[in-house]
């Protein structure tokens, strides 16, 4: 079982809607992350929080807009999607962002596509 | 800038058979490499990590990773496969470890275990 729960496993939504991918880790990591992945190849980073505070934004379009309401909860809100969106949205922890080599942990992911 | 290749799109290896997955780098400083899994419908999964100390590092499910200095490589081995260990492979290298923001990962290595 994953110790990052990512909800919904799969979206699909219209270019016009807006909708909302959450993530939730009750591991006590102050480090979160975005990634998106399409098939076949490795996770693109979008966004790092750490410590509730942005940290990175990887240069994403305004389409994409990521909240960190809380230590354990992560949000990616979507808007005015394009179908090149259409991947797996990946959200990691690790229990920081520095320090000596530590592991990201995964969700399962959420499948979106965009129609 | 740091990086990590994997030269091996596949890689097929039979049932019982000794498996390895290449991984090579590129870094200043020390290097802070990693090996995570994807299953199919899956998020990553950590395997092992090096750091520092001993060049074998043994990890999750039997894997195991050594890491040679010389021809900067951390090679993925198992010495005997399970058609379970079928499976996408990524070969990554923490960028940055003092500050400590970033995952980079190889393209990915797809592994299949015949039976």
Known sequence: DTEVTQTPKHLVMGMTNKKSLKCEQHMGHRAMYWYKQKAKKPPELMFVYSYEKLSINESVPSRFSPECPNSSLLNLHLHALQPEDSALYLCASSQTTGGSGQPQHFGDGTRLSIL | ?115
Not at chain 2, 34 to 63: A, C, E, M
């Open chain 2, 1 to 115: 800038a740091q990086s990590v290749a994997q030269p091996e799109d596949q890689v097929n290896v039979a049932e019982g058979n000794p498996l390895t997955v290449k991984c090579t780098y590129s870094v200043s400083g020390n290097p802070y490499l990693f090996w995570y899994v994807q299953y199919p419908n899956r998020g990553l999964q950590f395997l092992l990590k090096y750091i520092t100390g001993d060049n074998l590092v043994k990890g999750s499910y039997g894997f195991e990773a050594e890491f040679n200095k010389s021809q900067t490589s951390f090679h993925l081995k198992k010495p005997s496969a399970l058609v379970s260990d079928s499976a996408l492979y990524f070969c990554a290298v923490r960028d940055n470890p003092t500050g400590g923001f970033k995952t980079i990962f190889g393209a990915g290595t797809r592994l299949f275990v015949k039976a």
